[in-house]
């Protein structure tokens, strides 16, 4: 009080490429989209926010096989999502640059992001999702005991599509609020606050989504 106070923001712009890492099985129409962002800085590990959500990722891959699903009913996209805590989102633009034109060929986006905290259970949040694929979503995460209903929150891949109207599903921690306060983009976002067993269960949860899902 009584005094001046100046800020001085010492920083440059890096030019710089990267690419977002994108991976389907079956038809391009109907495809269910499955999102997890790949961000850190220096002096933030990122385990819960989103090494987790990557992991779920390939998890999901492997499950999703044709060894084990030969005749998937609905195509699928993994998409593992680049920059989303950079201030322009680039990877989501990118992504919804190329694919913006075909949004309704995806009847349901899956977010993955800051789940498999090892306090609490993994939460899963809806938007635009009503009528028979709403009976579906909870046909599967409702009936879990590794998952709850959770708040609606919007700092995340999901919001673009809800954004635009589009079905979503979100899946964190149940304590994400407190999360994003306390956890997230901090030095003490490290593995040991993993529990790897919910992130299974998350991949297991949307296989079964997706291999039982309407023909």
């Known amino acids: 009080a009584g005094h001046l106070a100046a800020v001085d923001i010492r920083s440059r712009r890096i030019p710089s490429r990267a690419r977002n890492v994108i991976a389907t099985r079956g038809p391009r129409s109907p495809r269910v989209t499955v999102i997890a962002h790949i961000d850190t800085k220096p002096g933030t590990p990122g385990a819960v926010d989103n090494a987790t959500g990557v992991v779920a990722l390939l998890l999901l891959a492997e499950l999703l ?15 593992a999502v680049n920059g989303e805590d950079h201030y322009a989102a680039p990877g989501e633009l990118a992504w919804v640059e190329t694919n913006g034109a075909s949004l309704d060929d995806i009847p349901l986006v899956i977010n993955i992001d800051g789940a498999g905290y090892r306090h609490g259970r993994s939460a899963y949040s809806t938007y635009n999702v009503d009528g028979d694929l709403a009976v579906h979503v909870e046909r599967v995460f409702g009936t879990r005991d ?15 599509f809800a954004m635009r109207g589009r079905p979503a599903l979100a899946i964190t921690t149940e304590y994400v609020q407190e999360m994003l306060g306390e956890l997230f983009h901090s030095a003490a976002d490290t593995p040991d606050l993993v529990d790897i067993d919910l992130v299974i269960g998350i991949a297991r949860a949307i296989e079964e989504l997706v291999a039982t899902w309407p023909r």
């Open 65 to 79: 096989s044709e060894e084990r699903h030969p005749d998937l009913p609905i195509g699928v996209e993994l998409l």
């Open 146 to 160: 590794d998952f709850m209903h959770g708040p609606d929150w919007f700092q995340s891949d999901h919001a673009i």
